[in-house]
């Protein structure tokens, strides 16, 4: 058995945004999967790694809900090569694809984006970039796809449906017998929202939204065109749809959106995502930085927008991670506020606007990063014995 122990941890926040912060100062894993939180939790002497927290802030690894992954950790819309692992250095340790849209030469028949997103899936089922899992494969709606086909694909791992409106099944009243099809065989519906993001996809309305019936808005504000703000309100109030907030989408809707969403109390409705790679280009800190603008724009508590990116959306795509509690999967950060920030730890760095500092990043209980390359360093530094 392999074991590991964090120690002398500051504040854990739990992921869970009905309890956001969980009392304790240490979290006991074992084979990669949590087995205690708690004050004093787990026994050092068994450890196979003990990381002394040094009194910073430990949350769940990071979900971006949101990402074009094609295959490999290469994206052909901006000619990057090792992108994925760039956001696993700002502490990202779970990317969802929301379609292989970007493939060089993607088909556009029943038969090739069936067979492009089991292959994605399949591929990312073995192959972590820098340590991060992917959840490739989230098939593109194209006419002519069958339920058999919907069967298939869940048989064969595809979990998601990428964003509706990218493929050729534009209308809602193509789409929401796809969608049908595809939540009847356990798979998480995105949709696309707002204005056309690259030539080929097409401008969506909240009311296409809600006939077609998704489990997602994808970017509610913008990716990169937002709805009008009355359309975005709609969704926010008349619907209990996940609503997402995406980085490369616009930050005075993200900054509107995130106060209705308080004033709604739709708060555990909100996950975030990157929306890169695209036009806008590849965002490595991205999560981050959507956090810290809910939390310092908008009446959303720091805790809460790591929750969003954690747990919330860890419940929409029904993985077993992205809280800190016994059977969770061990993936997990350790983050303080960056040298200079006027904030003393992660949560008020991330309240004042701050990108926080991240030291360790773990995915299944193995440290996958010791220090972040693309965050600056942090006030206090745990130590690895
Ligand atoms: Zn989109």
């Not at 099944?169 to 939540?183: R, S």
Request: proline share 5%; aromatic share 2%; with cysteine.
């Amino acid at each position: 058995m392999s074991c590991a122990l964090f120690k002398n941890i500051g504040t854990i926040v739990s992921g869970d945004i009905d309890e956001p912060i969980i009392n304790g100062d240490s979290i006991w894993i074992e084979d990669g999967v949590i087995k205690a939180v708690g004050n004093g939790v787990g026994d050092e002497s068994s450890a196979d790694l003990v990381i002394d927290c040094a009194g910073t802030t430990v949350t769940p690894g990071l979900i971006d809900s949101h990402c074009h992954v094609i295959l490999g950790d290469f994206t052909s819309r901006q000619n990057q090569i090792g992108f994925l692992e760039s956001e696993v250095h700002g502490g990202v340790t779970t990317i969802i694809s929301a379609g292989e849209v970007h493939l060089q030469g993607r088909p556009k028949d029943p038969a090739g984006v069936k067979a492009l997103a089991i292959l994605a899936a399949k591929s990312f089922q073995n192959f972590r970039p820098g340590g991060g899992k992917v959840i490739g494969g989230a098939v593109i709606l194209e006419k002519g796809l069958t339920r058999q086909d919907f069967e298939e694909m869940a048989r064969e791992g595809v979990r998601t449906v990428g964003e509706i409106g990218l493929g050729s099944v534009k209308t809602a009243e193509e789409a929401a017998p796809m969608v049908q099809w595809a939540k009847e065989v356990g798979m998480t519906v995105m949709m696309h929202t707002g204005g056309t993001s690259i030539p080929g996809s097409s401008v969506v309305t909240a009311d296409m939204v809600i006939k077609a019936n998704p489990d997602i808005v994808s970017h509610l504000n913008g990716g990169p065109t937002a709805v009008p703000i009355e359309e975005a309100k709609k969704l926010i109030y008349e619907t209990d749809f996940a609503l997402e907030i995406a980085h490369c989408g616009n930050p005075k809707v993200a900054v509107e959106t995130g106060k209705m969403i308080v004033d709604a109390g739709a708060k555990s409705r909100v996950i975030i995502g990157n929306d890169a790679p695209s036009g806008t280009g590849v965002v490595p800190l991205g999560i981050l930085r959507v956090m810290n603008l809910l939390a310092s724009l908008t009446p959303i508590r720091p805790e809460e927008a790591v929750c969003m990116a954690t747990g919330n959306t860890a419940r929409v795509h029904k993985l077993n991670r992205g809280i800190i509690a016994e059977g969770r999967e061990a993936d997990l950060v350790v983050m303080d506020a960056p040298m200079g920030s006027v904030g003393d730890d992660a949560l008020a760095a991330i309240e004042a606007g701050d990108n926080p500092a991240v030291s360790i990043v773990m995915v299944d209980g193995k440290m996958v990063v010791n220090k972040s390359r693309n965050t600056p360093p942090p006030k206090r530094k745990p130590m690895v014995g």
